[in-house]
């Protein structure tokens, strides 16, 4: 978590000095990627949790929606 918010704190620098549009999108879509990384493993690890005591087939339900978005 703390590497994404200093890849949105150089995103905000770098758009405050102007840098090259494509430049800044890079560093969005970098940061969009570690975001999508976190989600996942969150979530996973929440499933897992809620699902401790249930069978393997719910659990894989779960994951599954999950992943779906």
Known sequence: MK??????DGIIGMY????ACVDVVRQVIAAR???GR???DLLT???SR???ERNV????EVLKELFRY
């Not at 590497?3 to 949105?8: D, E, N, P």
């Not at 087939?57 to 894989?60: A, H, S, V, Y």
Request: charged letters at 40%; one cysteine or more.
């Open 3 to 8: 590497r994404i918010k200093g890849q949105l």
């Open 16 to 19: 405050e000095n102007e840098q």
């Open 33 to 35: 990627n570690s975001l």
């Open 38 to 40: 976190v989600a996942r």
């Open 45 to 47: 690890g929440e499933a």
């Open 50 to 52: 809620c699902t401790k």
């Open 57 to 60: 087939e719910e659990l894989e």
